[in-house]
């Protein structure tokens, strides 16, 4: 099976160099003609002779350029995502030490002022907190 699979790519790999060679001047032409029909609105814009940016693939890349590109694409997914998770898991760290730091100023008011409710004292460094965001609302004007 292993074999089979081998033979496969080796015959695609010399059918591509051999395809390759003979084709680039039929490519060149065709391309020359089918340019102008198969520009898209995104890049209607674009001056001839202007570079591609980001992800954007050439009208004239071959097939192995092409998958080339593909791979390339997917590995920046696969590193995208990573950023996404990594992103996700500091938000719940932060999520997770405010509870913390929010539940030890619960504590800590609840011992200085013993009797008090604690809805009242969590109201109070709930206010406490709303206070400090307008106030840095403020300064950020």
């Known amino acids: 099976m292993q074999d089979q699979a081998t033979s496969l790519i080796n015959t695609l790999n010399e059918n591509s160099e051999n395809d390759s060679q003979d084709s680039v001047t039929n490519d060149e032409n065709n391309i020359a003609q089918i340019r102008p029909l198969r ?4 890049h209607s814009s674009r001056q001839s002779g202007e570079s591609i940016k980001n992800n954007d693939v050439t009208e004239d890349d071959s097939g192995t350029s092409m998958l080339k590109t593909l791979a390339h694409l997917f590995q920046k997914a696969c590193r995208a995502e990573t950023h996404v998770t990594k992103t996700n898991q500091e938000e719940i760290s932060r999520l997770y030490y405010y509870g913390k730091v929010y539940e030890e100023r619960v504590e800590e ?5 013993r009797g008090v409710n604690d809805q009242s ?3 109070q460094v709930y206010d406490d907190i709303s206070q400090i965001e307008i106030e840095n609302k403020i300064n950020m004007i």
């Not at 008011?109 to 002022?113: E, L, R």
């Open 39 to 42: 520009r898209s609105p995104r």
């Open 121 to 123: 004292v969590r109201k």
């Open 109 to 113: 008011i609840k011992n200085a002022q």
